[in-house]
């Protein structure tokens, strides 16, 4: 006998206990795959967004804090270096490029950042989009996620103030002295800097009252290396490309001395995971004991629902159905529902985590790609079995309930 016209009749019948069983062991499977693709994806996009950094210089402090700043460009009031470590960096043997980053001033809540052109770009790994690159001290270039139009004109404002145009908070920090004009938009790079305003080192030192690098009378179009190492200003920090890893370890030593610190930023991420690893064992171990007990309430319900069903499963055995008939048709039913909640709760998982990377993206600009792996499959696999194993005991119950005993009853 084929028990699945039986099934799906008693799940028609019963539809809306199978509902509620269906979504509730698919919610806490959700929150597991959703916290594992999460955590995968935040791994890798935090990584790709430091790629380009390969060593960093700044005052000694938090060494987190450096990396969160100068790649991340999390707001903070970083201290400055000697500037003239950046005309030695640039006569160093060891290396192939050195950039300054400056922060401090915003406009319409997206931070301006000085840097030269050079890194602007990546040393050539990110092109111009469109328009063109900065090549006058008062001329900026947007990240991909600027939507402003090439043309714009805007006074950089002084600390971080409402991203609204016409706000008055931000009016009254303005630098007047200095109007940017939107030259250019670099191409996307899934990192915070497609929300960067980038302009040239000197525009921000300049409008700060510093001096730009260069020396006295130097025109407005001379931006960048060589500099002069007598007329350089402070520096939160400076970005390093090493010829290669020798020099990268010296460099590194080098500079963890005479008042400056220098770090490899996934020397600082590979900590940074392993806090969001104990985070995210934790949560995961959280949602493994809610699968296990909402299965566990389900075999429960299941075994109660059995207890109702009892003559009608005798009436079956009297009309010809074997035992192990009965064993089968209560075995898919229970396990059917179990394989239906972890294929939905693998879906809802991933939407979550799609919606969470969509929204951390909106907030820090790091771009996550949420994807189902191994872990998930493992996941939904695990609670598939571990589904088929539980359904057991209420398949044996059937099984082995006398037709006799049952019909008294």
């Not at 916290?35 to 005052?59: E, P, W």
């Not at 707001?75 to 060891?94: E, S, V």
């Not at 990546?122 to 900065?134: D, K, L, N, S, T």
């Not at 250019?184 to 040239?200: C, E, V, Y």
């Amino acid at each position: 006998m084929n028990p699945l016209p039986l099934l799906l009749a008693d799940l028609k019948r019963h539809w809306g206990g199978a509902l509620a069983i269906v979504l509730l062991i698919a919610v806490a499977v959700a929150l597991g795959v959703s916290v594992s693709a999460t955590a995968r994806a935040l791994r890798q996009g935090s990584a790709d967004a430091a790629r380009s950094f390969d060593l960093l210089i700044g005052a000694p402090g938090s060494q987190t804090q450096l990396v969160l700043t100068g790649v991340y460009l999390q707001p903070a009031a970083l201290p400055l270096i000697d500037g003239r470590l950046l005309a030695d960096l640039a006569a160093d043997p060891g290396v192939a490029a050195a950039a300054p980053i400056g922060f401090g001033d915003f406009h319409r809540g997206y931070p301006i950042v000085g840097t030269d052109a050079a890194f602007a770009q990546r040393w050539g790994a990110v092109p111009i989009a469109e328009g063109r690159m900065f090549a006058r001290r008062d001329e900026v270039v947007l990240g991909a996620g600027i939507d402003w139009p090439l043309g714009t004109r805007f006074h950089p404002s002084h600390g971080q103030h409402h991203a609204v145009e016409d706000d008055d908070d931000e009016a009254a920090h303005q630098h007047q002295e200095l109007t940017y004009t939107v030259v250019g938009r670099l191409a996307p790079q899934g990192t915070p800097w497609d929300r960067a305003i980038l302009a040239s080192i000197e525009s921000v030192w300049w409008v700060h009252g510093l001096p730009d690098g260069h020396p006295l009378g130097t025109p407005e179009t001379r931006l960048g290396p060589p500099w002069d190492r007598e007329s350089l200003a402070g520096i939160p920090t400076i970005v390093v490309k090493p010829k290669g890893i020798a020099d990268a370890y010296r460099l590194r030593d080098q500079y963890r001395r005479g008042g400056t610190m220098a770090l490899f930023p996934a020397e600082v991420l590979i900590g940074l995971y392993q806090t969001l690893g104990d985070a995210r064992a934790l949560i995961a171990a959280i949602a493994l004991g809610t699968q296990v007990l909402v299965v566990a309430a389900v075999l429960l319900a299941v075994l109660a629902t059995l207890a109702t069903r009892r003559k009608q499963l005798a009436v079956l055995r009297a009309l010809g159905a074997s035992r192990a008939f009965l064993f089968l048709l209560i075995w898919l039913e229970v396990e059917g529902l179990v394989l239906t909640s972890g294929l939905l709760g693998l879906g809802l998982g991933w939407a979550g985590a799609a919606a969470l990377a969509g929204t951390f993206a909106a907030r820090t600009g790091v771009v996550l790609l949420v994807e189902i792996g191994g872990p998930e499959v493992v996941l939904v696999a695990g609670l598939t079995l571990a589904g088929a194993a539980l359904s057991l005991l209420p398949a044996l119950g059937a099984y082995r309930t006398p037709v006799s005993t049952a019909l008294r009853g």
